[in-house]
């Protein structure tokens, strides 16, 4: 089946910093998502992408789909203690009924 | 707006045992699924409904595992009986029928369900 690998699995940001992550899958979807997940609750949407090469932002979140439509990254910029969490990638294909194939998650984590 | 509404928060049941999760999705939202989020992994689809109908349960244990959404509405996932493996979080999502955004997919916070 269809599977989305992030990395890294887990990061420690210190307050200010950029974070980088990333997603590749081995198949194609039409549209791109990025999740955070906060401890005690569900997924929450920052960024969708729609077509491929796209670049799209949200406030200090950035994203890219990828041009083979397999890949794409988030970046956060200045990062606040506010984006500790899990961060999750996800495929969805329209020819499946637009169910979400998610990523492992990339764990955001405060440098002690 | 109410968000969607799963209960209970938490449940810990002896392997061999059923147990149920109830969710309420957003009203006038046709499209519900139910994930399951075992820790340390991303969520899971196991079954799609839209509106009272099945519209993907590929990936559902139907040994042990059942949904129902009868009314179009709130939904029931079952598991009877559980194993040691099930112990997950459990998310209801819903989404409108039109959303092309995808904004309107909104995840309930969850059912974390530990089996002993």
């Known amino acids: 089946g269809q599977q989305l690998n992030q990395s890294p699995q887990s990061m420690f940001i210190q307050e200010g910093e950029d974070v980088s992550m990333n997603c590749t899958s081995s198949?194609?979807?039409?549209?791109w998502l990025w999740y955070k997940q906060d401890p005690g609750e569900g997924p929450v949407l920052l960024i969708a992408?729609?077509?491929?090469?796209e670049l799209t932002s949200n406030g200090r979140l950035t994203a890219q789909f990828g041009i083979t439509r397999k890949d794409s990254f988030l970046n956060i910029s200045a990062s606040i203690p506010s984006d500790v969490g899990i961060y999750f990638c996800?495929?969805?294909?329209?020819?499946?009924?637009?169910?979400?194939?998610f990523g492992g998650g990339t764990r955001v984590l405060v440098k002690p | 707006e109410a968000g969607v509404a799963q209960s209970p928060r938490y449940k810990i049941i002896e392997k061999r045992q059923s147990v149920a999760f109830w969710c309420n999705p957003i009203?006038?939202?046709?499209?519900l699924y139910w994930y399951q989020q075992i820790l340390g992994q991303g969520p899971k689809l196991l079954i799609q409904?839209?509106?009272?109908?099945?519209?993907?349960d590929s990936q559902l244990p139907k040994d042990r595992f059942s949904a129902e959404r009868l009314k179009g509405v709130d939904s029931t996932l079952k598991i009877q009986p559980a194993k040691l493996e099930d112990s997950a979080v459990y998310l209801c999502?819903?989404?409108?029928?039109?959303?092309?955004?995808?904004?309107?997919?909104?995840f309930g916070s969850g059912t974390r369900l530990t089996v002993v």
């Open positions: 198949s194609i979807f039409n549209t």
């Open positions: 999502a819903s989404r409108p029928i039109k959303d092309d955004s995808n904004y309107g997919y909104t």
């Open positions: 009203s006038g939202h046709a499209t």
């Open positions: 992408l729609y077509k491929a090469g």
């Open positions: 409904f839209q509106n009272n109908g099945v519209v993907d």
């Open positions: 996800a495929g969805q294909l329209k020819a499946a009924g637009n169910k979400l194939t």
